[in-house]
């Protein structure tokens, strides 16, 4: 009997094992499906945002309450996943709590201390779904925010829930269990969260209460599996995806713009400034981005690591004013792209732009970085924008009228203005006039 359970663990692990590692491979693979750009450098400076920013959750504190709950989430979640060790190697070996025995009285405050969290995520859990749907916190709502963004949210708060459900009222049945002589149970010491459960239960039989035991493990263990699938689909893979953002994220000031190197080199050339390459030029394939295979891998990665949390958009000016720019749909839409090319190859007649960002989106945007400095995984959805928008500038030539005429007020006059640069500083001219006067 113990090797049939057995068997049927190794092959849900294979399972889990195999869909997981298929999952991962596709989005590498999208990931991959990105220009190349160059984040090598600056590694110390790259390690310690990532454990500042990622680890350490620290732009999450902006909103103190919100932190907190999600702080008990996090911990919740990095802790309790030791415990699914011992189900892992339980499960294997066909042992039964397998670190009881070693650990002695360790694993009883352990034990207690994976219950408090496990009462601590279901807590913060609940205030979650209750400002998400019953509070409607504006920042959960938007047009992006409809249908799966919506379900997802609520599912994975729900599941994390069930789960916790699960670790306790197993742990209830197995502390009714140590005191049955027939049952034969490792004895762990209290449990304290559980043991409240215990009237629930104490009236079962031995043999309804080793069942009831064993589905909740099973319950949980499988639960675990199939919620890391399900994450790989879900806004929550910013679990994962938060560190390597942070690592690679642009480290450089907030507005400093990227030129095109091509095109640096050919005005170099030009004016006959220093430092120009003597190469011929390369071919450009495209100036800017029109699908979302002309981003960089960085822009793809940001894209699979938004939490969908609105945190961007609620700083948007222009989303403020009413415009209809939201940097959290930019993001969404990146991925929803890049999954569908992965898919699809992306011979499909559609593009980014157009079919999912429309021009009315990305010429709303002011450059403020108020976006990329809200977002508490280091997401700069501007870079994609402002890609977008060179494409449209640079290979359409379809810029709003008022911008062409900036363009070439710059060209002509080299300022914004209208007026030539020998008339510049006539107004202060004129204040010396009527100074002397
Ligand atoms: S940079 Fe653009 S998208 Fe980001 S907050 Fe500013 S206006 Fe909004
Ligand atoms: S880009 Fe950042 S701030 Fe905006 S929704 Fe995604 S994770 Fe939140």
Not at 13 to 36: C, P, Q, S, T, V
Request: proline share 4%; charged share 20%; hydrophobic share 45%.
């Amino acid at each position: 009997m113990n090797y049939l359970s057995q068997i049927a663990f190794v092959l849900v692990l294979a399972i889990a094992g195999y869909f997981l590692a298929k999952r991962i491979k596709e989005i590498r693979g999208n990931i991959l499906l990105g220009k190349d750009v160059d984040r090598s450098d600056r590694k110390s400076e790259r390690m310690k945002s990532m454990l500042l920013v990622a680890f350490g959750q620290k732009k999450m504190f902006k909103k103190m309450i919100p932190a907190f709950l999600h702080l008990l989430i996090y911990v919740g979640f990095l802790v309790i996943n030791l415990e699914v060790l011992e189900f892992i190697i339980d499960g294997l070996v066909g042992t039964h709590r397998i670190f009881a025995g070693p650990l002695g009285d360790a694993y009883t405050v352990a034990l207690n201390i994976f219950e408090f969290l496990a009462i601590a995520v279901i807590f913060s859990c609940v205030v979650f779904l209750i400002r998400r749907n019953i509070l409607k916190v504006d920042r959960f709502s938007g047009i992006e925010m409809k249908s799966w963004p919506k379900l997802d949210a609520n599912l994975i708060l729900v599941i994390e829930i069930i789960l916790m459900f699960a670790i306790l009222t197993m742990n209830a049945t197995d502390q009714i269990l140590q005191t049955r002589p027939d049952a034969n149970y490792t004895q762990t010491g209290t449990m304290v969260f559980s043991a409240t459960l215990i009237p629930m239960f104490d009236g079962l039989s031995t043999t309804g209460l080793i069942i009831t035991e064993r589905i909740a493990w099973w319950f949980h263990i499988i639960g675990i599996f199939a919620f890391a699938i399900y994450v790989t689909y879900s806004k929550h893979l910013h679990i994962f995806m938060a560190f390597p953002n942070t690592y690679y994220a642009n480290l450089n000031l907030k507005g400093e713009m990227n030129n095109m190197d091509e095109v640096t080199n050919e005005v170099k050339a030009m004016l006959g400034v220093g430092g120009a390459s003597t190469e011929p030029p390369a071919e450009i394939s495209r100036f800017g981005a029109k699908d979302a295979t002309d981003l960089n891998w960085v822009n793809l990665m940001n894209s699979y690591a938004c939490t969908e949390c609105g945190r961007c958009t609620q700083q948007c000016p222009a989303n403020m004013t009413g415009k209809k720019l939201s940097p959290r749909k930019i993001m969404m839409d990146t991925r929803d792209r890049i999954d569908e090319i992965g898919k699809t190859g992306g011979d499909d007649g559609k593009s980014l732009l157009g079919d999912y960002i429309t021009k009315e989106e990305i010429n709303a945007c002011t450059s403020c970085n108020a976006c990329v400095e809200a977002c508490p995984v280091n997401i700069d959805p501007l870079s994609i924008i402002l890609q977008l928008r060179r494409y449209v500038v640079m290979e359409e030539s379809s810029a709003p009228q008022s911008w062409n005429s900036m363009f070439s007020n710059i060209e002509t006059n080299f300022a914004p203005w209208k007026f030539p640069p020998t008339d510049r500083f006539k107004w202060a001219n004129d204040l010396k006039t009527e100074e002397k006067e």
